[in-house]
């Protein structure tokens, strides 16, 4: 273990955890992941070792074959991950959030029949809430369920679904106007729907079409898609919590988890990108001495493991507020637009340190740089994150009349 990001007062199970997961990091996923990078390949054999370690099911509870840990024990462990292969942390993110959606707000029979194959690695989940023309603004959706019978029936065109080829099991959010008057809020129109679907791409239900991979910058091996919904039938008690009109709240609850998530992967990109940057300076001489020697490097040095340092610091505190049960929608914002902001800037010092070899695909951290800009944009962009701190802000800090 190195100085840098630490986190005090973790139990003994949970040291362990890390310990188990950063040691697989070590061993199982850097030697492959530059490579299966370039090939845009999916790591499946990873993803099997994962199943075994029981990521999947790391804050399922117990009582559905879970590990019931923490948010902040699942954070830590995708920080590791994220220090290994981004990517692989994103395949496990979007099953997380479903799983945690179910938790909070599935009926009984829901949680019964999916947690314990979610916690198993064999139901592996996706969400879905943005579509084509509309960006971070869900309120805006236009994807529909009308209600036929004991059935609804979806319709509409999804975008930049996650792991919407590998997934059997998708929680997509959709306008359901029954029972609300004109005039009705449009969030307070929504439902999240919980589709299941084969694994793969086409046509795979029904009314239900997975057209194939998007191609990415970065961010590759994982599966990003579109999803198309041409009259889906699926039976009313599929909708999350057996009650239409209340999908947005869910799918802001996980958003709210899934950005301490994203504050965890820029942590772990950072970090790696810190690593990489303080060896090679190390290694590298000009004017006959390491490149670590010059004072210009050391200040890049310094500025890079106190940014790493600052980053994690918030991403824990986030995650330790919402394990409290406090509301910690301003703390995620500021974690995620910090870490990702910082990521970002951590690994373009680590490329200049690198000089025209940071240009090279032979080395690790021309992945990283194609990595980091996905941070700044996933689960709400960095300006969604300083509009939604700034309103809480106020909030706080209303002068009181």
């Known amino acids: 273990m190195t100085r840098l990001a630490q986190t005090e007062g973790l139990t003994d199970i949970q040291r362990e955890i890390l310990s188990t997961v950063?040691?697989?990091?070590?061993?199982?996923?850097?030697?492959?992941?530059?490579?299966?990078?370039?090939r845009d390949e999916y790591p499946t054999q990873i993803v099997e070792g994962l199943k075994e370690l029981g990521v999947f099911g790391?804050?399922?509870p117990e009582e559905y074959g879970g590990l019931g840990e923490s948010l902040l024990t699942y954070a830590l462990t995708v920080e590791e991950i994220a220090r290994g292969w981004m990517s692989v942390s994103g395949i496990i993110n979007t099953h997380f959030i479903v799983a945690y959606m179910l938790k909070q707000h599935g009926t009984q029979e829901q949680k019964d029949y999916f947690?314990?194959?979610?916690?198993?690695?064999?139901?592996?989940g996706a969400f879905s809430?943005?579509?084509?023309?509309?960006?971070?603004?869900?309120?805006?959706?236009s994807s529909k369920g009308v209600r036929d019978g004991d059935?609804?029936?979806?319709?509409?065109?999804?975008?930049?679904?996650?792991?919407?080829?590998?997934?059997?099991?998708?929680?997509?959010?959709?306008?359901?106007?029954?029972?609300?008057?004109?005039?009705?809020?449009?969030?307070?129109?929504?439902?999240?729907?919980?589709?299941?679907?084969?694994?793969?791409?086409?046509?795979?239900?029904?009314?239900?079409?997975?057209?194939?991979?998007i191609d990415k910058m970065g961010y590759k091996g994982v599966d990003t898609t579109e999803l198309i919904m041409d009259g889906l039938r699926i039976p009313a008690d599929r909708v999350l919590g057996g009650q239409s009109g209340r999908g947005f709240y869910h799918m802001m609850d996980g958003v709210e988890v899934g950005r301490?998530?994203?504050?965890?992967?820029?942590?772990?990109?950072?970090?790696?990108?810190?690593?990489?940057?303080?060896?090679?300076?190390?290694?590298?001489?000009?004017?006959?001495?390491?490149?670590?020697?010059?004072?210009?490097?050391?200040?890049?040095?310094?500025e890079m493991a106190t940014k790493v340092?600052?980053?994690?610091?918030?991403?824990?505190?986030?995650?330790?507020?919402?394990?409290?049960?406090?509301?910690?929608?301003?703390?995620?914002?500021?974690?995620?637009?910090?870490?990702?902001?910082?990521?970002?800037?951590?690994?373009?010092?680590?490329?200049?340190?690198?000089?025209?070899?940071?240009?090279?695909?032979?080395?690790?951290?021309?992945?990283?740089?194609?990595?980091?800009?996905?941070?700044?944009?996933?689960?709400?962009?960095?300006?969604?994150?300083?509009?939604i701190i700034g309103r809480r802000l106020l909030e706080e800090y209303r002068i009181q009349a």
């Not at 950063?22 to 990078?37: G, H, M, N, S, Y």
């Open 260 to 302: 301490v998530n994203v504050a965890a992967r820029g942590c772990g990109v950072a970090q790696r990108a810190f690593e990489l940057g303080v060896s090679y300076a190390q290694q590298r001489h000009t004017f006959g001495k390491p490149i670590a020697q010059h004072q210009a490097i050391q200040f890049k040095l310094a």
């Open 115 to 124: 947690l314990p194959k979610m916690a198993a690695g064999e139901i592996r």
């Open 129 to 141: 809430m943005s579509e084509p023309a509309l960006g971070s603004d869900v309120s805006a959706i």
């Open 22 to 38: 950063r040691d697989f990091v070590d061993k199982e996923i850097l030697p492959v992941a530059t490579e299966l990078e370039h």
């Open 309 to 387: 340092e600052a980053a994690h610091a918030m991403m824990v505190n986030a995650a330790r507020k919402k394990d409290s049960g406090q509301r910690n929608d301003l703390e995620a914002g500021m974690a995620k637009y910090l870490a990702s902001e910082y990521c970002k800037e951590v690994v373009e010092d680590a490329f200049r340190i690198h000089g025209g070899y940071g240009f090279s695909k032979e080395y690790e951290i021309e992945r990283l740089y194609r990595e980091a800009p996905m941070l700044l944009i996933g689960e709400g962009t960095a300006e969604i994150q300083k509009m």
């Open 58 to 60: 790391l804050m399922i």
């Open 151 to 213: 059935d609804y029936l979806l319709t509409g065109q999804k975008m930049w679904l996650t792991n919407g080829g590998s997934s059997t099991l998708v929680a997509v959010l959709c306008r359901t106007d029954e029972g609300h008057p004109e005039g009705t809020a449009p969030h307070k129109s929504m439902t999240t729907f919980l589709v299941e679907k084969e694994a793969g791409f086409g046509q795979v239900r029904p009314g239900l079409t997975i057209p194939g991979k």
